[in-house]
């Protein structure tokens, strides 16, 4: 076999547990290792045949479903690029990720076809393919694969070749695209394996999107590896959630606090059987006590960590047996990963001393797509990188984040880079000077809030800069409320000084 990469995998599992069921979506339906590594190959077929070689993109805009995995598994089987698409964007970040990206396939659900028409109006894409069964005059993935016969294709891919790139925020305002490599992903995945101690006999839940580096890179793709179950569900509900747990006897559950809450929250909480539930991640921010509580009374703890969409996502985990001797910690490095900090200089720091977290291993990124010097910003001149995070180390090594350099603001889970929302409202008629900042929030753990400026004479209101912003910027970048001042406070330099915002209105 010459593809050393993720398109090898469907090869091994179909030959390895063949009649093991790979995937639980929709009423119930399943979908065996050897139908999923099939579907792949005619997958694989269609793309060969429309001219797609190595090193192409191919990009996906869809919710969980079966065709976004034999897509990603038919496109790395070619040595092609794989590019997930998060279906809350707005046309012109869809647009972006387009163009930029050089995308030569876009494959996306049927009801997203009215949010990609502006962006393929800017950027040509030579194929353009809807999800499932589509009609006989157009037809859909769905029908083309089950009528594509071929073989498995086994292109030369070696383990430091392109796999996916991942669009990620941007603090200039641009979304930068993280180069995952085939052994970015598969460290990831053996890091997942070690520290959630992933066996074939698990069956994780899938909940939270696929297009989210932490959902593919820390849950499906650990999970295929060993040749365990994924019930995969386009969507999440609290209490179909709740009903699928104990349907299917699922082991594993990874989501963000927002995902545990609502589950907790919801009126079949207390009744739902959910004995069979062993393994419990949480990413994005950290877990409130009062989850932690819900969740230990019914005998349950969490693994939490910190990550980013360039270490493919996983860089640290705290065990469940520590979430309290070490709460508010997230946790010590991967198996395979190393965390240090350094001070402004670059120089490492004593434990308890706060700097720059840095991260080394085989899961960090190759670089941003098409940009070199952002590339090569993110990495000190041994090869660390840079996560622009604060943080320091306990006497035991335990990570903990002080705070945040990119003054990044995270959401129910998704990542909202101030900068990127700060150019697009300062474009509003009026705005003469904006600073948006992360505020508290019970359901979202923090909202975005605009504080900002007028020009003489002017005078804005949130509802009008929510409905400029509507259709220029996914809705959860849109900030909640909009905060009139008379004045921005500045450093000498005139930079905002966010912390002075924070203070006065994130209380």
């Known amino acids: 076999m010459h593809n050393h990469g993720l398109g090898s995998w469907m090869a091994k599992r179909r030959l390895k547990s063949p009649d093991k069921t ?29 001219g797609i070689r190595k090193g192409d993109r191919v990009a996906y805009l869809g919710e969980n479903s079966p065709e976004f995995l034999q897509v990603l598994f038919g496109a790395v089987q070619l040595g092609a690029v794989f590019v997930p698409v998060n279906t809350r964007l707005a046309p012109p970040e869809i647009a972006h990720v387009l163009g930029d990206s050089g995308s030569r396939v876009l494959i996306h659900d049927a009801q997203l076809a009215e949010r990609i028409a502006p962006a393929l109006a800017q950027h040509e ?26 073989g498995h294709a086994d292109a030369e891919v070696a383990l430091e070749d392109p796999a996916a790139i991942v669009y990620t925020s941007g603090t200039t305002g641009r979304a930068k695209g993280a180069i995952l490599t085939h052994e970015n ?3 990831v995945s053996l890091n997942c394996i070690v520290d959630y101690d992933v066996v074939s006999t698990d069956v994780a839940l899938m909940i939270s999107p696929l297009f989210h580096v932490a959902s593919l890179g820390m849950g499906a793709l650990p999970v295929i590896l060993k040749g365990a179950t ?47 539930l062993k393994k ?22 969490f693994s939490q960590g910190y990550g980013m969409t360039e270490t493919s996502p996983g860089a640290t985990a705290l065990a469940p047996e520590m979430t309290r001797a070490k709460q508010g910690s997230v946790g010590l490095p991967h198996f395979f990963t190393d965390v240090r900090i350094a001070d ?78 700060e150019n697009v409202i300062s474009d509003l008629e009026g705005i003469s000077g904006v600073a948006v900042i992360g505020v508290p929030d019970e359901r979202w753990g923090e909202v975005p809030w605009a504080i900002v400026t007028v020009r003489d004479g002017a005078s804005v209101t949130t509802e009008q800069v929510r409905e400029f912003l509507d259709g220029r910027l996914a809705r959860y970048k849109i900030p909640r409320n909009v905060v009139v001042v008379d004045e921005l406070p500045r450093t000498a330099s005139g930079k905002v000084r966010k912390a002075d915002l924070r203070a006065r209105f994130a209380r």
């Open 280 to 301: 419990l991640t949480c990413g994005g921010s950290a877990v409130p006590t009062r989850i932690l509580n819900a969740y230990e009374e019914r005998g349950m703890s």
């Open 230 to 276: 994924i019930v995969l569900e386009r969507g999440f509900e609290p209490g179909r959630a709740l009903e699928l747990i104990e349907r299917h006897g699922v082991t594993m559950l990874s989501g963000v606090p927002t995902t545990y809450q609502m589950m907790a929250d919801h009126p079949n909480w207390a009744t739902a059987d959910l004995s069979s």
């Open 185 to 187: 992903l598969t460290w």
């Open 344 to 421: 402004e200089q670059g120089a490492m720091v004593p434990r308890g001393t706060v700097g720059e977290i840095e991260i080394s291993g085989p899961n960090v990124f190759a670089g941003y797509h098409g940009l070199p010097d952002a590339t090569a910003a993110a990495f000190t001149a041994d090869g660390w990188f840079r996560s622009g995070d604060l943080g320091y180390l306990d006497p035991d090594g335990y990570l903990y984040i002080a705070d945040r350099l990119k003054d990044m603001i995270i959401s129910g889970g998704e990542n909202i880079y101030p900068a990127e929302v």
């Open 22 to 50: 790979a995937l639980i979506y929709g009423d119930g339906t399943t979908m065996t290792y050897r139908q999923l590594a099939d579907a792949a190959d005619r997958v694989s077929a269609l793309l060969w045949g429309r």
């Open 125 to 150: 894409v030579p194929h353009v393919i809807e999800t499932g069964d589509g009609t006989a005059e157009r037809p859909g993935l769905a029908r083309i694969v089950r009528t594509t016969t071929a």
